[in-house]
């Protein structure tokens, strides 16, 4: 058996690594895996095109960027800041846990910008956990607030990364269908998307259940 | 019939619009790069593979030399964008509201009712379809409603695009390796070497290594998206799929979200765990992936044994 294609995997992993052009490191790849199972270059130029041609469906899914840029023109992120700001007063770990929750629901439904580090976290969700948790607690040595600004920012994260999924129309699905339709496996997005459900949950409950024990701890440590 | 051609004439017709206005703001870069995003999009299914295989080769030239830059297209300021967020209301979230809801109760009104008679569209390409037609109805909603400039949406659009940059045609780029490790057969010889390695027949074992293969990938890389064609190829197609006939859509779907959780606990995912340490001023680089390996690590199990039981026992 031929081992060389195998020298495909190797390049993508290196060049991630090293933080080459991704795109680069990925036509690298694929180039010398084709080359190396004993194509010649022209075919492996054809079966690229044709591939990336087949896959075209994927990118498709950028149109939605001027509905969600025309709506951020009328203040769609000054909004969503609205909704969070309400929960002014709660404690920390209610604060954080329905921020967990309103982040996994909105990118589930396509609206996964309307969160991410710099346009919620840093300006409002980490600050109002912060004040929340010396509401709670009394006043926080720096080793604690610096955890509690951590969970606001792993808090989106989780959200984010355990809810995207259910919507449909996004990258992660449509590549996963991309890549399966390459090895004779079709499926529809909606088929893949339903899969993302059980493990949305378990991250709500896993970190949710996270957030309100630190909570508790939080409040025996400053005792 | 509606195709997923349709589809495709009207996404280049969108990166066409880009194009243009990349151009006329001077930033040539970026008027190329989606210019030929366009080109691949309006004439792919009318040129031979070899032309389409110079697109895919000219979008990474122009990308490796880093032509691609941020956009900053004349919008609203924050008071303005203060002010109509509190007289417009939660209706606001309504616009893009439409786009799942279009899709979702489209599908299911498809194949669960006799409009799924008439045919309209091309066989189980439906959804991406609906995805399309809710876009444009939330885009005529929104324009109808908000009464933008008429350029607004599109440089909205734009300001956004620029941002992802050359990252917006990674996920296809990654699908198309996937395509080309198949035809390689990188699958086959994984395939029989993870058989030597692991108990024959051990499902739940294979399950274990493909979930850890993508999470260890996935740290390593930074990516989950590059791990997925990398790891499909290696396990979960030749022995998860083909040998121990599990259910494809589990084993690609929860293999990803398995990724995930890697995502969560790599410094080399930078854009999540190390750039907010910054903005939050954290003295710990890795303070948020610490926050993280609590959650990360129980959620990878429950990820396994959702494959396991989804994939195999509830499946055969």
Redesign the interface.
Known sequence: MNYWPLLGIAIVVIGFALRFNPLLVVVGAAVATGVLAGLDLVSVVEALGSAFNDNRYISVTWIILPVIGLLERYGLQERARAVIENLRGATMGKLLVFYLGFRQITAAIGMKDIGGHPQAVRPLVAPMAEAAAVKTHGDLPEEEREKVKAMSAATDNVGLFFGEDIFFAIASILLIQGVLEGYGYKLTPLELAVWAIPTAICAFLIHGGRILAFDKRLGRTAK | MIT?EW??I??GI?FVGWSLLSLRDRRFGNAGFWGL?AL??LV??HV??????????A??AV??MGGLKRSDPA??APAE??????L???K??L???V??LT??IG?LAYNYTPFGETGLFEE?????LL??IG?LF??AA??AW?R?PAL??????????DS?G?????????????????????????G?LAGTIIPDGNVFVAVVVFALGMAV?TM???????A???M???IG?PLL?VEYGGN???I??????AG?CG??LTP?AAN??I???A??E???QN??I???V??AI??WV??VV?IYV?AFLLWN
């Not at chain 2, 607004?152 to 659009?157: L, N, S």
């Not at chain 2, 050359?166 to 010889?189: E, N, T």
């Open positions: 997923y589809l495709y009207l996404a969108f995003l691949s999009f792919g299914s031979s593979d070899f032309v389409n295989g110079l697109i895919v080769l979008l990474v990308a490796g919008t609203t964008r203060q002010n109509f967020s509190k417009l209301g939660n606001l979230f616009p893009a509201l786009v799942p899709a979702v599908t189980r390409r439906e959804t991406l995805f399309a876009v939330a885009l929104g324009i908000l933008p607004a949406p599109m440089e909205e659009g734009r300001r956004l695009l992802i050359w990252a917006a045609i990674l996920p296809q780029m990654l699908a198309a390796l996937g395509a080309v490790f198949a035809l390689a057969g990188v699958g086959d010889v994984i029989s990938f390593i890389m930074g990516n989950a998206f590059a997925f064609p990398v499909a190829a290696a197609i799929i494809p859509a589990t690609g779907a929860v293999g990803m979200l995930f995502t969560l080399m999540f765990n750039v907010p340490a903005l939050l954290l003295k710990d303070g948020v610490r926050q993280q609590g959650t129980p959620l429950c990820n959702i989804g």
